[in-house]
């Protein structure tokens, strides 16, 4: 059973800086591109950023990127999410995902994955 565990997150200043992490287990997650999602009260779920299943390469919405960075481990089978130069308009739910199929691209859409985990809470103050 696949299961994702996030981790992380809590309150922090503006310009602070949040790391989160997302343990997964149930699968190999190597093969997976996985992907960080967030939810701010009011609004729809978006896309924060992704991981290639091989390799190095990544992909960032316009509002995080040079502030967001994701990274894997796939021996450990943790997807981590720092987040730097944090602002207010990052509070949200943030959520850590995998890709409904094996290999290829980073989709932005959350329809393109079907394995989710509960959520950390990221508040930033002003």
């Known amino acids: 059973q696949v299961q994702l565990v996030e981790s992380g997150g809590g309150l922090v200043q503006a310009g602070g800086s949040l790391r989160l992490s997302c343990a997964a287990s149930?699968?190999?997650?190597?093969?997976?591109?996985m992907g960080w999602f967030r939810q701010a009260p009011g609004k729809e779920r978006e896309f924060v950023a992704a991981?290639?299943?091989?390799?190095?390469?990544?992909r960032y919405s316009e509002s995080v990127k040079a502030r967001f960075t994701i990274s894997r481990d796939n021996v450990q089978k943790t997807i981590y999410l720092q987040m730097n130069s944090l602002k207010p308009e990052d509070t949200a739910v943030y959520y850590c995902?995998?890709?409904?199929?094996?290999?290829?691209?980073?989709?932005?859409?959350?329809?393109?994955?079907?394995?989710w985990g509960q959520g950390t809470q990221v508040t930033v103050s002003t």
């Open positions: 149930g699968y190999d997650s190597s093969f997976y591109v």
């Open positions: 991981h290639t299943w091989s390799g190095t390469s990544t």
């Open positions: 995902a995998r890709k409904r199929a094996p290999y290829g691209t980073m989709e932005i859409r959350d329809t393109e994955y079907d394995s």
